[in-house]
Structure formats: structure tokens, C-alpha cells
């Protein structure tokens, strides 16, 4: 039942910057935890970002916190990715992927060491000049 669908991929110059966003449906986003996750060709998927449903607790990589920023939107059940200041090796594939709360160990989802069990099916985001 649950599904994951993103949108807002696409191509960006570097420097610029690109929101994308997860659109949840089949669940609320308080039974969740939600993150964004990206995959560079020829290397393994990573997590970006993530966050809580119900609290609104942030998890991520040290090395992007001050260049993405995500956040949720309870009415339109959504999880927004902003990312500021774009760079060529931001380019990949992204996912959104999700985590029953009451399953997950909240930390690891974002070091994929416990990695989400629902997945969309991804969304291109190029960097390029």
C-alpha cells in the first residue's frame, strides 16, 4: 500500500540549486521515517538526508548539511529535498526511500546500515555546465 513517487528531478548548473520531492501516499508521514538517498554512477547509493514523521527529527551526512536541507509538508504528505550551492558530483540518481518508525533504527537508515524497505523508483538530477 505504501508508495513512494518523486519528482523534480533534472539538470542544473553548478551553483544553483533543486528541490525535489517525495510524495508519500498509503501512509501518513507519522508512521514513517523518510529519507532522500542518491546514487553517482559507478558508486554505491548513500544516504543524503532524513527525517521523522512524527518529530520532525533530522538525520544526514555531516559533509551536506549545510548544502541540503529536508523538510516535510504534513497537508500535502511530502518530503522536500533542497539543495543549495549544486556540484557536478552531486549528479546521480535520487531516491526517496521510508521505514515503518516503529522498525527502523532511525540513525541507520541514513548510513544505510538499516536501509529502508520501500523504495521509489528514482528521479535523475544532473549538474552540469
Known amino acids: 500500500q505504501l508508495q513512494l513517487v518523486e519528482s523534480g528531478g533534472g539538470l542544473v548548473q553548478p551553483g544553483g540549486s533543486l528541490t525535489v520531492s517525495c510524495a508519500v501516499s498509503g501512509d501518513t508521514l507519522q508512521n514513517l521515517v523518510v529519507g532522500w538517498f542518491r546514487q553517482a554512477p559507478g558508486k554505491e547509493r548513500e544516504g543524503v538526508s532524513c527525517?521523522?514523521?512524527?518529530?520532525?527529527?533530522?538525520y544526514g551526512a555531516d559533509s551536506v548539511k549545510g548544502r541540503f536541507t529536508i523538510s516535510k509538508d504534513n497537508a500535502k504528505n511530502t518530503i522536500d529535498l533542497q539543495i543549495w550551492s549544486m556540484k557536478p558530483e552531486d549528479t546521480g540518481v535520487y531516491y526517496c526511500?521510508?521505514?515503518?518508525?516503529?522498525?527502523?533504527?532511525?540513525?541507520?537508515?541514513?548510513?544505510?546500515?538499516?536501509?529502508?524497505?520501500?523504495w521509489g523508483q528514482g528521479i535523475q538530477v544532473t549538474v552540469s555546465s
Open positions: 527525517i521523522t514523521g512524527i518529530w520532525g527529527r533530522t
Open positions: 526511500g521510508a521505514e515503518f518508525i516503529s522498525v527502523t533504527n532511525h540513525q541507520g537508515l541514513c548510513t544505510m546500515t538499516a536501509p529502508p524497505s520501500i
